[in-house]
């Protein structure tokens, strides 16, 4: 018979632990108060997640790899917690484009004239283009970092650079 169709144990293999959001060396871990308290929702859920796991002595090769995913992922999330300086975005300037400002750009030039795009800059752990966040570390949260309202900034597109302008800017709680 061939190997091909012979059932192997994979329990051998080394599991594969999916990677945090990236976060460049030597930057400080900004989160929103929001941010921080999904950080500790999160860490909640995998503790109880772990301990889950733990009870269950019904396949040991199983327990043991899905103990290895869930130890991994613990302290990847607790180095983050311990690394993360809370800004609330109530405490930044009003009129000046900082963390946790929710922004909207209209594009002058280089993209579609007129296009309208808003978003809030956030942690990297709390960023999500379906929710409307960016990371503060997005090539498109640098470009508007420090920028005012009616002030235009250029950003690289690929081989184009977009000319936007600070259409508004307001600091809710992200």
Do not use: C
Not at 14 to 24: D, G, N, V, Y
């Amino acid at each position: 018979m061939s190997r091909a169709f012979v059932k192997e144990n994979d329990a051998g293999e080394p599991p594969i632990i999916p990677p945090r959001a990236a976060l460049p060396p030597g930057a400080t871990n900004y989160v929103t108060p929001t941010g921080l308290e999904q950080l500790r929702a999160e860490l909640s859920a995998l503790e109880e997640e772990r301990a889950k796991v733990e009870a269950n002595h019904e396949d040991e090769a199983n327990r043991t790899r899905q103990l290895t995913i869930l130890n991994a992922q613990l302290k990847a999330l607790t180095q983050r917690l311990t690394t993360a300086k809370v800004i609330d975005p109530r405490t930044q300037p009003a009129d000046e484009v900082r963390f946790g400002a929710t922004v909207t750009l209209l594009t002058r030039s280089g993209g579609r004239p007129g296009t309208k795009r808003t978003f809030t800059i956030v942690g990297v752990d709390e960023a999500s283009v379906a929710a409307g966040k960016v990371a503060f570390v997005a090539p498109i949260a640098r470009a508007v970092i420090g920028a005012r309202v009616g002030q235009t900034v250029k950003l690289p597109m690929g081989g184009k650079e977009e000319t936007l302008e600070i259409a508004a800017l307001t600091y809710d709680r992200a």
